[in-house]
């Protein structure tokens, strides 16, 4: 089983609006550690926000928010206020608590249309 | 230099020859991983260094990938006998734990073509 799924493969949004961008996850480690990162069309990888399985309370970072949903194992990425420097591909990740490695997801397309 | 460092950002090789990539980490900077990203695809882990520890070598695809790491500082990933699946970007990222988060930042990667 994938251990990160995006089912998005492409998403568009009116800048200024709001846009969630969708992540589940599989594990049986009740300690693991949620992130998204942003690649532009440069290809740097840019960290954005962090949850932590144990957190109580939903990550916030600016413009981005995380809505944790721990029963339903999703943990999608809001992006509010959209400008048109945030088209890139967005990658949901995963670090189980026990494990070294970090699983990526096939990321979502974003494009903010002016 | 404030950030992760990858040469070269571009390689083209023949088949059947060897590349050697080279990543320089963030000083201080104890974890180091690189991973291999196909066109339009996600991130695939290939090993992970930690301290002096033994690496995690559990994502190399086969016994042509190899890397090495000399305690905290610079890396190097290499492929012998390039076969053409193995273009792709390979990115390198390094990190520290920050507040228990253990964050990567990754470096601008290398462009691999083999024709």
């Known amino acids: 089983a994938q251990k990160i799924t995006q089912t998005q493969p492409g998403m568009f949004v009116q800048e200024k609006e709001a846009v969630t961008l969708d992540c589940t996850y599989d594990?049986?480690?009740?300690?693991?550690?949620l992130f998204w990162y942003k690649q532009p069309s440069s290809g740097e990888m840019i960290f954005l926000i962090y949850q932590g399985s144990y957190d109580q309370q939903n990550a916030t970072e600016g413009r981005y928010s995380l809505n944790f949903q721990k029963a339903r194992k999703s943990a999608n990425l809001v992006i509010s206020a959209s400008q048109l420097g945030d088209s890139a591909m967005y990658f949901c990740a995963m670090r189980e608590g026990s494990g070294n490695q970090f699983y990526f997801g096939t990321g979502t397309s974003l494009t903010v249309i002016p | 230099g404030a950030g992760v460092s990858q040469s070269p950002s571009n390689k083209v090789t023949e088949k059947g020859k060897d590349v050697e990539l080279r990543c320089d980490p963030i000083s201080g900077h104890t974890a180091l991983y690189w991973y291999r990203q196909r066109l339009g695809q996600g991130l695939e882990f290939l090993i992970y260094?930690?301290?002096?520890?033994?690496?995690?070598k559990s994502g190399l695809p086969s016994d042509r990938f190899s890397a090495e790491r000399t305690g905290e500082s610079v890396s190097t990933l290499t492929i012998q006998r390039t076969q053409q699946e193995d273009s792709a970007v390979y990115l390198c990222?390094?990190?520290?734990?920050?507040?228990?988060?253990?964050?990567?930042?990754f470096g601008p990667g290398t462009r691999l073509l083999v024709l």
């Open positions: 260094f930690q301290g002096n520890s033994a690496p995690d």
């Open positions: 594990t049986s480690d009740p300690s693991y550690g």
């Open positions: 990222a390094s990190s520290l734990r920050l507040a228990g988060v253990q964050t990567q930042y």
